[in-house]
């Protein structure tokens, strides 16, 4: 990893839209004055950054999943794991460690607003990188996703879409703990693999099987839990798959992010006649119990009884490359750039680096 200025606040910010994938060019980089803070602010250091496809939407304009699009010459927005070098706000001290919205930028200085939804990380040992995956909102959207809203039992069918994906990696793995037959979803060959490495029962590749068709065939009983990362089609052929007393957890819907107008579901009836119900769930209504999903998921890991699924790349100045090659369709679990070393950070990921 090479070494970034430490005297200057780093940033990568828009410097035009992207036509197809991310290239160089959509990028600019620059270098200001590291901030000052004031009253009640922090100034954080960087230590690791997210990538996910949902930001080559946001530097096209677009207004997706509740964030506002970008504006030429804006610092790319993402959420980042970075560590508390001086603090003006009793809250939080020197040293503490936060995930939340920091931007790519290797410094930030925060009034932390409710927008930037800031949340301290406990040290669990293990590297805070996982703030960005098992640890941050993709383990904790799985964890209260599947047990508060799906409510797996032992032995019953759960599917999962978008299974090779930061939160339905970790859905499969909890499944399984809860001691249930999983059959997930993915859209090639090497995913399928990878599922299916992570304890399913069952593999399907949406992109070449015939979905409807494939969940007859396995799920011959019926769909005991369907967790929705995709929304459409997908949504749509469970819905003609439920079992008596099912539960759909609606957790995403990201076929769906580039219509213009919503899918248009015609068979939601389907839930009456099974007495299923369909739940949607928001992962910051459940932050009252994070700490306590933190230590179990922690455990969790601690125990290999889970995996995180990571890809991570090194170095603040390899983020626009990094963010291009996630369009390529081989993003497993979640992409993430280390900026620099955090604590309990061995460079040693227990999962895929
Ligand atoms: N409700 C909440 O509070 C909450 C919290 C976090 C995330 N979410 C939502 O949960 C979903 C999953 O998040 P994530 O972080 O796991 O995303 P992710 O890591 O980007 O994974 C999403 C997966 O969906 C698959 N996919 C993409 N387009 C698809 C399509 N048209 N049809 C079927 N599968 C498709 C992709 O793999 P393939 O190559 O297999 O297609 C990818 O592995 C997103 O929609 C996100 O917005 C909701």
């Avoid at 508390?84 to 919205?101: L, T």
């Avoid at 993709?138 to 090779?164: D, M, R």
């Avoid at 089609?233 to 769906?256: H, K, T, W």
Wanted: net charge neutral; aromatic share 8%; proline share 3%.
């Amino acid at each position: 990893m090479s070494v970034i200025n430490e005297q200057k606040n780093c940033q990568w910010r828009i410097a035009r839209r992207p036509t197809g994938n991310v290239v160089n060019e959509d990028f600019s980089y620059h270098e200001e004055e590291i901030p000052v803070i004031r009253n009640n602010e922090l100034l954080l250091k960087t230590l690791y950054l997210n990538l996910a496809p949902v930001m080559r939407m946001y530097m096209s304009g677009e207004s997706i999943a509740g964030e506002k699009g970008l504006d030429i010459g804006e610092i790319i927005h993402g959420r980042g794991v970075a560590e508390v070098i001086e603090s003006n706000n009793s809250a939080y001290k020197p040293g503490d460690i936060i995930q939340g919205q920091i931007g790519w930028q290797t410094f930030k200085k925060t009034k932390v607003t409710e927008k930037e939804r800031f949340r301290k990380m406990n040290d669990c040992g293990l590297p805070f990188s996982l703030g960005l995956s098992t640890l941050g909102m993709t383990g904790l959207s799985a964890y209260f996703g599947l047990l508060a809203c799906g409510k797996p039992k032992k032995n019953e069918t759960i599917v999962v879409s978008g299974a090779a994906g930061g939160v339905g990696s970790t859905v499969i793995q909890i499944a399984k703990l809860m001691g249930c037959r999983v059959i997930g979803l993915a859209g090639n060959q090497a995913k399928c693999n990878l599922i299916k490495e992570l304890g399913c029962d069952e593999v399907i590749n949406y992109k070449t099987e015939d979905v409807r068709q494939a969940l007859d065939d396995i799920c011959k009983d019926g769909i005991d839990v369907y967790f929705d990362n995709v929304g459409g089609d997908i949504l749509s052929a469970c819905l003609d798959n439920l079992a008596q007393d099912s539960r759909i957890v609606l957790c995403g819907s990201i076929s769906e992010y580039l219509y213009h107008k919503p899918y248009g579901l015609n068979n939601y009836t389907k839930l009456r006649k099974t007495n299923s119900c369909m739940q949607g769930f928001f992962i910051y209504n459940h932050s009252d119990q994070f700490d306590e999903a933190e230590k179990e998921l922690s455990t969790w890991l601690k125990e290999k009884k889970i995996k995180p699924v990571e890809h991570i790349y090194n170095g603040f100045e390899n983020m626009p490359d990094a963010l291009s090659n996630i369009y390529d369709g081989g993003n497993f679990g979640v992409a993430l750039c280390r900026i620099r070393y955090g604590p309990n950070d061995n460079n040693q990921s227990i999962g895929r680096s």
